[in-house]
């Protein structure tokens, strides 16, 4: 009778604590993809644009250091700000990146990046349907770029968008947009064009270890009580 008691407690016990365990897991997977991504701290990079087929621009940095989450690559690239221009190709352009997962306080804070985060990884149509929907909830004016009601699919992705974009943040792999914040010394002769590049989410869930310690005593407690148990048995 006690032995049974015994098990009972213990598997109980287990039971709790490995929920508990699980329920840490993604309390902190939540926190850990939240502006975890590793960036080159205000250090001036360059960006070089081209018109892109699948994405609005491919856009290649150079100038990063080693060790962060970026390189020296092309990304698929989009523009965010559709008050402006950018020259392309041969021609350079200082920029400070951030995270839209943590951007900088200020204008880029203030913004809808949840929902380009959202639409960079639900994403219908072709370029432009993209690009007019990122548009259409950032543009750095007071107004929305409002696409014609003929772009259809523009309007779906909007739409879904307002629906379920709201509080978005990629997970593990998922894309995340980096923001490319154009600097200058000088006042360039014309506003240069805020952009974006996609880059998969690095940041890798890490489990508390003090809830799986817990874990793994509840089951290696439930795992003694069941050989003491057939020990007794096998003794009687």
């Known amino acids: 009778m006690k032995t049974n008691i015994r098990i009972g407690i213990a598997l109980f016990l287990g039971c709790f604590i490995v929920a508990i365990t699980f329920a840490s897991m ?16 205000s250090t001036i990079v360059k960006i070089e644009v081209r018109n892109g087929t699948e994405t609005f621009f491919n856009t290649s940095l150079f100038d990063v250091p080693s060790g962060y989450d970026v390189s020296n690559s092309t990304y698929p690239g989009w523009c965010v700000d559709a ?10 352009h200082d920029v400070i990146l951030y995270s839209s997962l943590d951007p900088p306080n200020g ?21 432009t349907n993209i690009q007019n929907a990122i548009w259409y909830f950032i543009n750095f004016t007071d107004s929305s770029a409002v696409p014609p009601e003929t772009e259809t699919v523009t309007w779906e992705i909007i739409n879904d968008t307002a629906a379920n974009g709201t509080g978005y943040i990629p997970t593990f792999g998922q894309i995340v947009a980096v923001i ?4 200058s010394l000088l006042p360039p002769p014309e506003p240069v064009q805020i952009n974006i590049i996609e880059i998969a989410n690095p940041v890798i ?3 508390p270890l003090p809830a799986i310690s817990l874990g793994l005593v509840s089951i290696v407690l439930f795992a003694v009580t069941v050989y003491m148990r057939k020990k007794r048995l096998v003794h009687n």
């Open 26 to 41: 993604s309390v902190y997977h939540v926190s850990a993809s939240d502006g975890g991504l590793n960036l080159p701290p």
């Open 83 to 92: 008050t402006a221009q950018m020259a392309l190709s041969p021609a350079t």
């Open 107 to 127: 204008t880029l804070k203030d913004q809808r990046w949840d929902m380009v985060n959202y639409i960079l990884n639900h994403k219908k149509g072709e370029a």
């Open 180 to 183: 490319c914040n154009p600097v």
């Open 205 to 207: 869930p890490e489990f």
